[in-house]
Each structure stands twice: as structure tokens, then as C-alpha cells.
């Protein structure tokens, strides 16, 4: 099994749908989980950051299952401007450990 | 600026030759990590460093592979005797926490 993994993509939806990825992990010590946004050939940059029962940022809200170990994200009225790759990515420890990304999901919002 | 800063951009490099990429992090940023990224996949963690200790290293990486960050500042990814399956993104990324981290351009490797 893989330590984080995602939803296959691709996903595309119209402008204005809402969207939601999931991510699963497999350490249950893992504390802390975020998700990044990498648009084509270039570096992956931070979108939000989950640390407990999840949190909401504009049009982005993450959320955070512990017990199934399982987060989400989901995306509220859709711009063409969202669409990229978006990774799941845990630290896989208490104390600030290496940082593991899922495969990815890519979305692409169309017209 | 004050980001994250790769270089070279771009290495094209015949198989066989060794090839070593340069990242100088965030300053004051005690963690720098080192992964590798080819299409369609995210980015595969390959080590990481707090200051010029290297904390662990990716059991997937040959000992082709090393890495130092001699004054806990900059660091270098070696790669020896290169083969074609390491044509990639190699990304280096920063962290003052080892919590959230910032990412460098990359470097992408071609070997032909």
C-alpha cells in the first residue's frame, strides 16, 4: 500500500461546479497534512495546511478524518484559474519528518 | 529574491557522467529537502537534511545518489554514472518548521 495516495484524475468540471479530492494515508502517527498546487512544469506551492478537524479558505475548505485517515479538499465554485495538479502531501511523524506527496489529481475547469 | 533558488535550470548530460545540482533554501531555513519528480507522478521524496545533518535517506536511492549540506546553508545532489531512468525534475524545497515547505524552480535532468 502505497503511504498517500489519491484520486485518479482527471477531473473536469465547469466553471462554477464545486469539486472534491480525497487522499488516504497509511501512517496513523502522521500529525500533520497539507495541499499543495503545481501547475504544469513548475514547483509545487502551498494551498492550505490541515492540521486539526480541518479548515476553510475562501473557496477551498480541507477536512481531516483521523480515524479513517482520510482528508479532503474541496474546491466551491470553480475558476478556469484552478485548474491545475493538486497533491496531497503528510508528515509522516510528530517531529517534523519528511514530507510525502500522493500521485496528484489533476483538474481542469472548462468553460 | 528570496526564494528557494536551483541551479542549473536545465542539465542535459550523456549516460554515464556525473552530475551534481545546487539548491540554496530560504535563509534561516534549517530543513532542506530533496525529491524527484517524472510526468504524471508527484514528487518522490529522495532525502532531507536539518541544518547539514542528513536525517534520512529514501531506501529507492542508489548509491548513485548523495547529498551534503556542508554549513547547513546551501546544498548539493550528486548523482554518479548516470543513466537514462534518471531523466527527471529534481526538486529541493525548504522548510524553517519541517512542517510547510517552499519550493525551489527545480532542476530538470535529461540524460541521453
Known amino acids: 500500500r502505497k503511504e498517500v495516495e489519491q484520486d485518479p484524475g482527471p477531473f473536469n468540471v465547469p466553471e462554477g461546479a464545486t469539486v472534491a479530492f480525497n487522499c488516504t494515508y497509511s501512517?496513523?502517527?502522521?500529525?500533520?497534512f497539507f495541499w499543495y498546487r503545481q501547475d504544469c512544469r513548475k514547483e509545487p506551492k502551498l494551498l492550505m495546511s490541515?492540521?486539526?478537524s480541518g479548515n476553510e479558505d475562501g473557496r477551498f475548505t480541507a477536512q481531516l478524518n483521523r480515524a479513517s485517515q482520510y482528508i479532503s479538499l474541496l474546491i466551491r465554485d470553480s475558476k478556469l484559474s484552478d485548474s491545475a495538479t493538486y497533491l496531497c502531501?503528510?508528515?509522516?511523524?510528530?517531529?517534523?519528518?519528511?514530507?510525502?506527496f500522493g500521485q496528484g489529481t489533476e483538474l481542469s475547469v472548462k468553460p | 529574491d528570496t526564494g528557494v533558488s536551483q541551479n542549473p535550470r536545465h542539465k542535459i548530460t550523456k549516460r554515464g557522467q556525473n552530475v551534481t545540482f545546487r539548491c540554496d533554501p530560504i535563509?534561516?531555513?534549517?530543513?532542506l529537502y530533496w525529491y524527484r519528480q517524472t510526468l504524471g507522478q508527484g514528487p518522490e521524496f529522495l532525502t532531507y537534511?536539518?541544518?547539514?545533518?542528513?536525517?534520512?535517506k529514501s531506501r529507492l536511492l542508489s548509491d548513485r545518489f548523495s547529498a551534503e549540506r556542508p554549513k547547513g546553508s546551501f546544498s548539493t545532489l550528486e548523482i554518479q554514472r548516470t543513466e537514462q531512468g534518471d531523466s527527471a525534475m529534481y526538486l529541493c524545497?525548504?522548510?524553517?518548521?519541517?512542517?510547510?515547505?517552499?519550493f525551489g524552480q527545480g532542476t530538470r535532468l535529461t540524460v541521453v
Open positions: 524545497a525548504s522548510s524553517p518548521t519541517g512542517f510547510e515547505a517552499f
Open positions: 501512517n496513523s502517527a502522521s500529525q500533520s
Open positions: 490541515v492540521y486539526s
Open positions: 502531501v503528510v508528515n509522516m511523524d510528530n517531529q517534523g519528518g519528511k514530507l510525502i
Open positions: 535563509s534561516e531555513h534549517n530543513r
Open positions: 537534511f536539518q541544518n547539514e545533518a542528513q536525517l534520512e
